[in-house]
C-alpha cells in the first residue's frame, strides 16, 4: 500500500524557519517525482513545489520562490520542504503527493497533510 | 502562469441529475488536465487525468472532456456521496495551477 506521511507542521512567528518531511512507504521511491501542495483554512489548493527522481530538478510556485527549498534523501525514502521567512499567507495544511504508475495520473496518492501556522 | 478559472463557484443540484462542471484555461494546456473531487477532512481523490480518462477505480458516472482551454467534468446521476468539491488542475507547464474550485451541493 502506498504511504505518504507528512510532520513537522507546527505554529510559528512571521519570519521564522521550519521543516517538512514526507516519508513514503509502499513503492520504489526513487522512481517517482514528489510534489508539495497547500490549502490555506477555508480555500482552495495550491501547487507549492516539486522534486524529480533524483532530486537534481526542482520548480517552486513563485509566491514561495527564493523563501522555499525542497530537497530528498532518496536513502531515506524522505523528502524535505525547508521553509524560510515565512508569512502570515503561508497557514496551510501541507500534503505531499505523488503520480500514479501512469505519468499522466497527476497527484494520485496524498499524505493525509501537516498544518502550518504563522502566527505571532 | 496560466489561470485556472471553474464555473460555478456553487453548484446547488438534486440527487439523480446530472452536473456539469467547467474549467476554463487562459492558454491552451493541451490534453494535461486533471479533476479531483476533496470532501471536508480529507485528501483530494484523483478522478481524471489527460482531460478524459477516469482513474483507477473511479465510477464510470464521472466523465471529462475538453481540450486546449475549456474543459468539463460531467457527473451522469448525482449520488449524495459526490458532494464534495471539485478542482482542475494543468500541468502542462511550470508553474502547475488549480482552478479556484466548484462546491456541489444538494438542493
Known amino acids: 500500500e502506498v504511504r505518504l506521511l507528512e510532520s513537522g507542521g507546527d505554529l510559528v512567528q512571521p519570519g521564522g524557519s521550519l521543516r517538512l518531511s514526507c516519508v513514503a512507504s509502499g513503492f520504489t521511491f526513487t522512481r517517482f517525482p514528489i510534489h508539495w501542495v497547500r490549502q490555506a483554512p477555508g480555500k482552495g489548493l495550491e501547487w507549492v513545489s516539486h522534486i524529480s527522481e533524483d532530486g537534481r530538478g526542482t520548480y517552486y510556485a513563485d509566491p514561495v520562490k527564493g523563501r522555499f527549498t525542497i530537497s530528498r534523501d532518496n536513502s531515506k525514502d524522505t523528502v524535505f520542504l525547508h521553509m524560510n521567512s515565512l508569512r502570515a499567507e503561508d497557514t496551510a495544511v501541507y500534503y505531499c503527493?505523488?503520480?500514479?504508475?501512469?505519468?499522466?495520473?497527476?497527484?494520485?496518492?496524498w499524505g493525509q497533510g501537516t498544518l502550518v501556522t504563522v502566527s505571532s | 502562469e496560466i489561470v485556472m478559472t471553474q464555473s460555478p463557484a456553487t453548484l446547488s443540484v438534486s440527487p439523480g441529475e446530472g452536473p456539469t462542471l467547467s474549467c476554463r484555461a487562459s492558454q491552451s494546456v493541451s490534453n494535461k488536465l486533471a479533476w479531483y473531487q476533496q470532501k471536508p477532512g480529507q485528501a483530494p481523490r484523483l478522478l481524471i487525468y489527460?482531460?478524459?480518462t477516469r482513474s483507477t477505480g473511479i465510477p464510470a458516472r464521472f466523465s471529462g472532456s475538453g481540450s486546449g482551454a475549456e474543459f468539463t467534468l460531467t457527473i451522469s446521476s448525482l449520488q449524495s456521496e459526490d458532494l464534495a468539491v471539485y478542482y482542475c488542475?494543468?500541468?502542462?507547464?511550470?508553474?502547475?495551477?488549480f482552478g479556484q474550485g466548484t462546491r456541489l451541493e444538494i438542493k
Open positions: 503527493a505523488k503520480r500514479g504508475d501512469i505519468v499522466g495520473q497527476k497527484f494520485n496518492d
Open positions: 488542475l494543468q500541468y502542462n507547464a511550470w508553474p502547475l495551477t
Open positions: 489527460d482531460a478524459s
